[in-house]
């Protein structure tokens, strides 16, 4: 579904900077639904409740790491997030 996202032209794109039920966002999301049902009907076939959902939920991801980067608390790769992560702990002991 990210990949079909990032073919999407800018005008049906998801304001980031604004919440997932906006009044803008619900306007984007009522002309993005059927199309990226119709997108996914050869690989899967999503119901009108599923699709909402998983646009919620990548937009909450890609909200969180903007709102990182606009602080210069997240690298621009996306690695790591939080310095007391597990894996980093791990790595400093060996």
């Keep these: 579904m990210k990949s079909i996202l990032k073919t999407i032209d800018e005008t049906r794109r998801l304001d980031y ?23 996914l009907a050869l690989y899967f076939p999503a119901s009108n409740k599923q699709l909402p959902k998983w646009l919620g939920c990548l937009h909450k991801s890609l909200r969180f790491h903007q709102r990182l980067m606009n602080r210069r608390k997240a690298d621009e790769n996306k690695h790591r997030v939080h310095s007391n992560n597990r894996v980093y702990d791990v790595s400093n002991d060996l």
Excluded: G, T, Y
């Design 17 to 39: 900077n604004e919440m997932f039920n906006s009044a803008k966002n619900l306007k984007i999301r009522h002309k993005l639904v059927p199309e990226l049902r119709s997108a």
